[in-house]
């Protein structure tokens, strides 16, 4: 017995041990070496680079001859936008034609037709130019522009082929692009571009594509796109100058002109520019030249420019000093005599000023601008846009202006612009709008149910049922005249059911104007209208 004891334990060791080895072995072979793991991912990763070669060549494979294997490659939903892309230039390559047409029938939006469009078109340009140009007759002309101001550059190629078909039908590609000329691309802007579109046939297209180049070489080389010009006849001159300008004052590419092209451009329209020119850039020159001397360039206005021109250069100008003066600015605006000029100029004021301190801004505005008179477009765009600015930059006292009885009223500009924020949370800003004293709460609630019924008449109608505390009459009748537009029969039900009274009576009225108005136009007038008017 004393020998058995130890007999189990070496027994006990030696099993021990093989089991030990045993998971050695198991944890080894599911835990690879280090020099394993590298391998096996270069193996993963040879597989992946196998599997997108087998992709480009069954691709390849699946090359596009025509429009039908366009579409029977473009249906299986295995191309990623590039692949498209090469896909749609494969076919056009073939039949630019059928590849164009079936473009047309995709039912994209003009931005995701632009680029496959250019694709084709080009393609198409290079094998038939005459049948290519003849295609964008059919298209708006900006879309046209769009797709031809890729081709007119290549007049000025170094490749013979390119520039020549280009050449051939330079006229017809310049009838298309209209006014894009600043969409065009020059492959070479220099000396010798120059001279080859120097060389083109004299004419008006040839004139527009140089001051487009001219334009363009300004932005890159300013001093030998000016010596250039000084060698030119004046009529070339003057196209060259013209484009420059409205590059640099009309387009919203002046920032990215040198300053010397920006004052060369400055001087030709001071010194040399023809009349109708001088009018047309006017606003915009004389705002540069405020930047510098805002005197100068309010009496430069005051001699050279007249009407809506003088106006909004005064306007801007005046605008520039109160960033210097406030005190400057509004007196030069009050000094103005009444009308179109003086109002534009305490506009570009109050646009600076209402953001601090909008309540003396606002005042002062209604002061000198004819009480905030808006009845032609540019009053009602600037009262917008003072609102917007109020509204944005200081909502508490926009609502506290409308809190106050003794508030003078604004133009319904204010409200418009601002009622989806106001209403953004509607069952708030519908008990703002309860909260405001009767006679601008009635205001208020117009144009609040008119704006609703503009976006859902449906939900306007639901919000101004379960608010019988705001439903006034206005609101009613702005609510069935929207709605009325869209579907009459739903607006007409609507109105039978209003309770009798004030509301009901004033969207009935409401109907009855709208209906009569679209019965002179031709319209009829629905037989549940008639029986409900009876």
Known sequence: MKYLLPLLCCVAVFFGGRQFRIMRSSAAASSPAPQEVTAAVATKERENLRGLARQTQRLASQQCHSAAALEHLYRSGKLNSDQLRQAIAQAAEKDPAGTWEWLQDQGWHWGELLEPRRIVFDAWFKQDPAAAVARLDTLPSFEAGQLVAGVLGKVASDNPAEAAAARAHLDQLMDLLGSQLSQISFPAIDAQGAARLLALPEGLSRDRLLGSFVASWMAKDPAAAATFLKGQPAELRQRSMEALS????????????????????????????????????????????????????????????????????????????????????????????????????????????????????????????????TRDYDSQSAASTIAGIWMNKNP???????????????????????????????????????????????????????????????????????????????????????????????????????????????????????????????????????????
Not at 267 to 274: I, R
Not at 293 to 313: F, H, I, T, V
Request: aromatic share 8%; hydrophobic share 45%; charged share 25%.
């Open 396 to 534: 508490d006292s926009f609502r506290a202006w409308f809190a106050n009885p003794d508030s003078p009223q604004l133009p319904v500009q204010f409200l418009y612009t601002n009622m989806r924020t106001l209403l953004k949370d509607r069952d708030a800003g519908l008990d703002w709008i309860g909260s405001l004293p009767p006679a601008n709460r009635t205001a208020v609630l117009r144009i609040a149910f008119d704006h609703l019924a503009m976006e859902a008449p449906a939900d306007a109608a639901a919000t101004f049922d379960s608010r019988p505390d705001l439903a006034t009459g206005d609101g009613a009748r702005m609510i069935a005249t929207r709605w009325y537009a869209s579907n009459p029969q739903k607006a007409i039900a609507w109105v039978t059911n209003l309770p009798w009274g004030g509301p009901r009576e004033a969207a009935l009225a409401g109907l009855k104007k709208t209906a009569e108005a679209q019965a002179q136009r031709g319209g009829t007038i629905p037989e549940e209208l008639k029986e409900l008017l009876r």
């Open 246 to 373: 409205k590059v640099a004052f009309l387009t919203g590419g002046g920032a990215e002109l040198p300053k010397e092209a920006r004052q060369l451009a400055t001087e030709w329209l001071l010194k040399e520019a023809p009349l109708t020119l001088r009018m047309q850039f006017g606003p915009r020159l004389a705002d540069e030249m405020a930047k510098d001397d805002p005197a100068k360039a309010l009496k430069w206005a005051a001699e050279n420019l007249s009407g809506k021109s003088l106006d909004d250069a005064t306007g801007s100008i005046i605008g520039r000093i109160f960033t210097a003066n406030p005190a400057d600015a509004r007196a030069l605006v009050e000094s103005l005599p009444e009308g179109k000029r003086r109002t534009s100029a305490a506009s570009k004021v109050v646009q600076q000023w209402v953001a601090k301190e909008p309540e003396a801004a606002i005042t002062w505005w209604l002061e000198h601008s004819g009480g905030g008179a």
